[in-house]
Nanobody, 126 residues
Framework: QVQLVESGGGLVQAGGSLRLSCVASGRTFSLYGMGWFRQDPGKEREFVAAINWSGASTYYADSAKGRFTISRDNAKNTVFLQMNSLKPEDTAVYYC???????????????????WGQGTQVTVSS
């Protein structure tokens, strides 16, 4: 059974940084594409970033480009989201997600992922 556990969220002032981690278990992590999404109450879930199986390919939402970096350490079954220059509008619960099949592509829609973590809260104060 695949499990994803996020950590690293918290309260930070605007302009600050946070590094989110997502540890996966239950199968061979290094074969599959991963993504980060976020959701603020009352809003739809929003794509943030995606990474392929090797980490060589990444893709970002416009809101994340230039500020966020997605990476992965397959030896540690972990995907990261480094967030810099945070803004109040980045406030949300952040979720990592894993595809059941496919490792080469980059996927931006939530329904393209099969496994989800429980989320970690990120709050950016102005």
């Amino acid at each position: 059974q695949v499990q994803l556990v996020e950590s690293g969220g918290g309260l930070v002032q605007a302009g600050g940084s946070l590094r989110l981690s997502c540890v996966a278990s239950g199968r061979t992590f290094s074969l599959y594409g991963m993504g980060w999404f976020r959701q603020d109450p009352g809003k739809e879930r929003e794509f943030v970033a995606a990474i392929n199986w090797s980490g060589a390919s990444t893709y970002y939402a416009d809101s994340a480009k230039g500020r966020f970096t997605i990476s992965r350490d397959n030896a540690k079954n972990t995907v990261f989201l480094q967030m810099n220059s945070l803004k109040p509008e980045d406030t949300a619960v952040y979720y990592c997600a894993e595809r059941r099949f496919g490792g080469d592509g980059l996927y931006v829609h939530g329904n393209e992922y099969d496994y989800w973590g429980q989320g970690t809260q990120v709050t950016v104060s102005s």
